[in-house]
């Protein structure tokens, strides 16, 4: 990154008990080392982060190069939901997305090289290059990572809820076991580029990135510059069989199991007989009935240099 360029960093204080701010500052402090032009806004509510990075994106006197998004992956899927729609416009005009992980599972940032150490986070903004990466859309919402429905957005939702001071897959697994006693599988229909697929599913993940949940591999295959969504298929089981089949989920191992199917699709229609919530990056996206898509090259973000996984 050029020397004077100027970095937008936008942080939500409270992610990972204040570290948000921490790293915000201290990233700062770094950034005017290098020469950059760095200006830190905090975030104090839902949409803060979205809302900020559009009004600075389209001041053409006052557009930063690089919008930071300094959380978890709901701040980064803000700060996504504000660039995708302006890159078709802007081009490379438009800010580069920068990462900066500290929140309680951060899975975009690590399937794209970005690791949560501050030198690190750096060193990227300063050497690394823009790399066009896919995004996920919920009808008009944009997602990073897994759009889920059916368990997997019920664990979702009650770890988003949980006072329980865990992170990543800790948190995650805590939240199954205590969903798994109450879940009910529900009948999706899923319409798409591979025909129709219409029974009771005890998981549907539509995946951009391989992981979600703190490194869950539910889409061992997926990759977020392939132009596709990989969907985790598991059919409807038993509440035993389904803790039996938990740790292997967990470890990524369910890829040869018989009740797991995995599809691509570019798009599809998801239906379902009662209207179940959709989940993706730790957050609410929407409800059944509803489309999902990839986007092809949605957002530029700032990746290591030398990041050739995908």
Request: one cysteine or more; proline letters at 6%; aromatic letters at 4%.
């Amino acid at each position: 990154m050029p020397v004077g360029r100027h970095i937008l960093i936008v942080v939500n204080p409270i992610s990972g008990h204040g570290r948000g701010l921490r790293t915000a500052t201290n990233m700062s402090i770094s950034l005017r080392e290098r020469g950059c032009e760095v200006t830190i806004h905090r975030t104090e509510t839902a949409g803060d982060a979205e809302r900020i990075t559009r009004d600075v994106s389209v001041d053409d006197n006052h557009r930063p190069y690089c919008v930071v998004a300094c959380g978890g992956d709901g701040t980064m899927q803000e700060v996504a939901n504000a660039l995708a729609p302006l890159v078709p416009s802007l081009g490379n005009a438009c800010p580069v997305m920068g990462l900066a992980p500290t929140g309680r599972c951060n899975d975009f940032s690590r399937v794209l090289g970005v690791t949560m150490d501050t030198k690190a986070m750096v060193n990227v903004l300063t050497t690394g290059k823009p790399r066009s990466i896919d995004l996920g859309r919920v009808n008009d919402r944009y997602f990073c990572t897994v759009a889920t429905a059916g368990i997997d957005a019920q664990v979702s939702s009650y770890v988003d809820s949980m006072r329980v001071p865990l992170s990543g897959t800790a948190a995650y697994l805590y939240g199954a076991v205590c969903v798994l006693s109450r879940y009910r599988p529900q009948r999706l229909r899923l319409v798409g580029d591979f025909g129709v697929i219409d029974q009771p599913l005890f998981l549907a993940s539509s995946a951009n990135t391989s992981s979600y949940g703190g490194a869950i591999k539910i889409a061992p295959g997926a990759v977020p510059t392939d132009g596709q969504l990989d969907l985790c298929l598991i059919e409807s089981v038993s509440r035993l069989r389904a803790m039996r089949l938990l740790p292997t989920v967990l470890a990524g191992r369910h890829c040869s199991l018989p009740e797991v199917r995995f599809i691509q699709s570019k798009r599809f229609t998801i239906e379902s007989d009662e209207p179940l919530e959709l989940w993706a990056d730790g957050e609410r996206v929407g409800r059944t009935p509803a489309t999902i898509q990839v986007v092809p090259g949605a957002v530029r973000v700032m990746v290591p240099r030398d990041f050739e996984n995908i």
